[in-house]
């Protein structure tokens, strides 16, 4: 097992390495000029060089990514061209407010799907089924944003029980933090738990009609116990690939969900960083995103083999 | 060995709710086993064997629709509340499937499976219920059972899998044992020691059996009773001696002269022609009458043949009887 993680993680340093070259070679791509915009009006050609030379745009690209890479390595990922801050805690700072919110909507999600999914297998052709399926169709099908703006005039407008949008750190002020957290998790949540349900649904009515779950009732075991014990322990496998799938994508931040609830994660910071071409930022943005995904990966890797002795980590 | 049958099962009738409509699977079926005997039910795919038992024990689909009369140990168990079923099921009723590599649960323990039915109906603790489970995996000659006890079924070939399965039936000591079809998966050298375990525990436990196969070779050496099944209905019934010494109904003499027979050589395997029914779509009259070599009588479309007996504890469904030795006209 030890040396399984330590193989992966090595591997993962490669796919690492991959994402920076493919990024930094992409934003070069990319059109507009960082040094421009960071200057707007404020434009005069004797700025303007001395400004690339200081952030090194003046040096052939190979030996820009190898010095990016180089400090990378000692956690150093650059300055931000607008704010000059060092790009490793301004990604850092936006972590919390993302991990809080994907954590929140994937909760809420298993939460609703799991329940719905395994009932409407159990009683499939039930009119509770045909709810969930309808549920799950009207999730996957609205866009989120709409439902975020719906979710905002409802809830925030006419009724005034939840704020409108903003963010409070869940270390300042839980309840304040529990409030604001509502309507963004929830909205992407839906998607989420829509995706969820159907998925579960579909993997509990396969292992119901499994030899073992036929043996199981042949012993004369309780509903209850067939159910628990041997269908949802079998059922559930899959579901966690894609639960953590969800999950590493809601990591990645949400980024039309949190600038519509100004949720200053990194989503937002990753639309930020492209409007304002800061590379720096964006780089950043992206390689922190990779790096969360390789770990989710990894973890349902190593949990996998936890739940299907079938499969050994070596 | 008490009189009154172990199971004992009258005028069963499944009918299966398929996307094509019915499905009558099971059309009036009467059988009963006593404890120590084991009574062979015989037939193709679709003919009902494996749907009349599973019926009886509640274990259909939830689409069938089962009518009839069923007793376990004298306790009648259509119309019994699902709770009350389950519990007689579990105690009394061991079930060997036919594929031993599915109907093991493939991320539980072969200990747990086979402790946890007697955890929950003869209230072991869990300890004593996991003792109990190496002594079973023990009785049904699995090696050093105490330390295979956590293994998974995947660490088991299919023999040893299928050892497993029946210990897993024997775990409340049940006066009745299913085995439906349980050599079939298995090679054969296997099959010899699977069905020699079967024969040798019933003797030591007193168990009834009920054997379904389609394997005659398996019935000659095991049963007491044999019932023969086609498109729903038992063909032919009696005490395995005499249905083997004197076939009766036309099926039930082409199976028998459709064994391969070794001493035949390389002669060509004789077969019985054309495929069975679908039980969607049953002929009228006897089932069989399409692929019948004999087709004695002009009401073999129309009607279905009676029951009739041809010796003691010997019946057969058709119109057509053959000339028996003693010189006896049907």
Redesign the interface.
């Known amino acids: 097992m030890g040396r399984f993680v330590i193989r992966r993680l090595l591997q993962s340093g490669v796919v690492l390495l991959g994402v920076t070259l493919v990024v930094f070679l992409l934003l070069q791509l990319v059109p507009g000029d960082p040094v421009r915009v960071a200057l707007g009006t404020r434009f005069d050609p004797q700025t303007y060089e001395a400004l690339r030379a200081r952030a090194g745009l003046d040096r052939p690209l190979v030996v820009q990514y190898l010095s990016y890479l180089g400090n990378a390595l000692t956690g150093d990922l650059g300055v931000s061209f607008r704010s000059g801050r060092p790009v490793t805690s301004i990604v850092l700072e936006r972590l919390p407010a993302t991990l809080s919110l994907a954590a929140t909507a994937v909760a809420f999600a298993v939460l609703v799907a799991f329940p719905l999914g395994v009932l409407s297998a159990m009683r499939s052709g039930s009119l509770l089924d045909h709810a969930a399926r309808v549920f799950s169709q009207f999730g996957v099908s609205v866009p989120d944003f709409w439902m975020g703006i719906m979710g905002i005039l409802l809830f925030a407008g006419v009724l005034g029980w939840l704020p409108p949008s903003g963010y409070v750190p869940i270390t300042e002020d839980p309840a304040r933090w529990a409030s604001h957290v509502v309507l963004p998790a929830v909205t992407v949540g839906l998607v989420t738990a829509s995706i969820l349900t159907r998925f579960i649904r579909s993997s509990v009515l396969e292992v119901l009609s499994e030899d073992y779950v036929r043996t199981a009732e042949a012993k004369g075991l309780r509903a209850r116990v067939v159910i628990m014990r041997h269908v949802l322990r079998n059922a559930l496998i899959p579901v966690v690939t894609v639960v953590a799938v969800q999950l590493a994508s809601l990591l990645g931040g949400v980024i039309v969900i949190e600038v519509l609830f100004a949720w200053p994660g990194v989503g937002r910071l990753t639309y930020d960083a492209v409007q304002a071409r800061d590379y720096p930022v964006l780089q950043g943005a992206v390689l922190l995103v990779a790096a969360l995904f390789l770990l989710t990966n990894l973890l349902v890797d190593v949990l996998y083999a936890r739940l299907d002795p079938r499969i050994s980590v070596r | 060995m008490s009189d009154c049958p172990v199971l004992d099962i009258k005028g069963l009738t499944v009918t299966l709710g398929t996307r094509r409509g019915p499905a009558r699977a099971v059309a009036g079926v009467d059988w009963s086993v006593r404890a120590g005997q084991t009574l062979a039910l015989v037939g193709e795919s679709g003919s009902g064997k494996s749907m009349s038992v599973l019926a009886a024990?509640g274990?259909a689909p939830r689409s069938a629709r089962v009518t009839g009369r069923v007793h376990l140990l004298g306790t009648e168990l259509t119309g019994l509340p699902e709770d009350r079923r389950?519990?007689?099921?579990?105690?009394h009723?061991g079930?060997v499937?036919q594929?031993p590599t599915?109907?093991?649960?493939?991320?539980?323990t072969v200990g747990r499976q086979v402790s946890?039915?007697a955890e929950?109906?003869l209230g072991m603790t869990r300890r004593a219920a996991r003792a109990r489970a190496v002594e079973l995996l023990d009785l049904v000659g699995i090696p050093s059972a105490a330390r295979r006890i956590d293994s998974?079924p995947?660490q088991f070939s299919g023999g040893m899998r299928q050892r497993v399965?029946i210990a897993?039936a024997l775990?409340c000591e049940p006066d009745l044992l299913i085995a439906d079809e349980p050599t079939t998966a298995l090679d054969v050298t296997t099959q010899a020691q699977i069905v020699e375990l079967v024969a040798d525990l019933q003797r030591r436990l007193g168990t009834a059996v009920v054997w379904i196969t389609h394997d005659l070779g398996v019935v000659a050496g095991t049963a007491d009773e044999v019932a023969v099944m086609y498109g729903g209905r038992i063909v032919e019934q009696g005490p395995v001696d005499a249905v083997f010494a004197h076939p009766s109904h036309p099926y039930t003499s082409a199976l028998l002269a459709a064994r391969p027979d070794p001493a035949a050589g390389g002669a060509d395997l004789i077969t019985i022609r054309g495929a069975p029914p679908s039980p969607l779509d049953l002929p009228a009259g006897c089932a069989f009458w399409p692929r019948c070599p004999v087709r004695a009588d002009a009401r073999c479309e129309h009607e279905v043949p009676p029951l009739v007996p041809v010796s003691a504890g010997h019946h057969v469904r058709t119109f057509y009887r053959h000339q028996r030795p003693t010189g006896e006209d049907g």
Do not use: I, K
């Open positions: 024990t274990l389950r519990r007689m099921r579990g105690r009723v079930f499937f594929d599915t109907s093991l649960n493939p991320v539980l946890e039915a929950e109906h998974y995947h399965v897993m775990a």
